[in-house]
């Protein structure tokens, strides 16, 4: 890995990082039950200390294997594994149900973790199960992989034009007020679009770059990251390769993604959700590279950035680029820090 300044380092040490998308839940929930916290620790809170995550969002994706029968069943077993973890490192880490409980995190020195589903498979057409997943712990809700579900269209249906179905509409509504916010990473354009016709609350995008520097479905238009600013929601920087050059991927790369979103909506509505997605892809399917949206995106990886420990080159870079130790602060978890402070958790008409 590239070396890093004594002034990088030193600022993102002091920097709040908040990293919106690491899939670890899943190699977690491949353990038994009692090697999960112990795996953990070993093998992700390292990591994850090494590149100053303070706050983690922790997504519950569903393998192929367990749709559609399956889907609540592996659902609940991930939620479970996310608290498991938590109950097995309590010096280290910390499962947060409101902004109130994100700051107590922050102040007692351990990171704070948000559960968060990636797709919502589990829930059907039956959007009365957002109330026992929100109390299970469900922070934040994207109602799409790349696929089509009850509740909407994926990016990877971009050509049916697809809307929110009926218990899309309903599904917005009762996340609302229940105060799991909405994440629109993966949510196909149309469906995008209708969302956030009917959002009310901040939306964010956990994992999404921008459509001008890399045009590829996953990506967002500069005309849907305004209307995500104007909600007063959040983007969170995919940092995968795939979706951040066609042909040389770089940290600087990244960068740009970060510098475009922050000129076009302001820094206050960029973050890092960053997808590290390497060792996780390896354990699972093997080292041979992988197709993301059964449609011939091959994932690949940007050098330095494979996993969490490489977020400081995000800092250096910024920093390197006249940057202010502010502005960087912002964008590396300020954002999102100040969102899930004041929206995490609440329902609706508690402010």
Known sequence: MPEITAAAAALHERSIVVDTHNDLLMLCARRKPSEQGAYFRQTWLPQLRAGG???????????DDYRPE?????TLRMLETGWRVAAANPDAV????TGDDVEAALAAGVIALILALEGCEAVGTDVALFEPLHRLGVRIAAFTHFGRTMLADGSAEDATGGRLTQAGIDAVAICEQLGIMLDVSHLGATSTDHLLELATRPVIASHSSAFALRPHHRNLTDQRLRCIAATGGVVGINVLGTFIDESVPTV?????????VAST???EHVGLGPDFFQQISEEIHGPAAQSMDGGGTVITYVPGLEGPAGLPLITEELLRRGWTDDRVRQALGGSFRTLFTRELGLPAGYR
Do not use: N, Y
Request: net charge positive; with cysteine; glycine share 6%.
């Open 94 to 97: 910390r499962i947060c149900l």
């Open 252 to 260: 600087a790369r990244v960068v740009d993604h970060v510098e475009h």
């Open 70 to 74: 399956g889907a609540l069943r592996q």
């Open 53 to 63: 995550v303070k706050i983690q969002v922790l997504p519950v994706f569903i393998d």
């Open 265 to 267: 909506i302001g820094v």
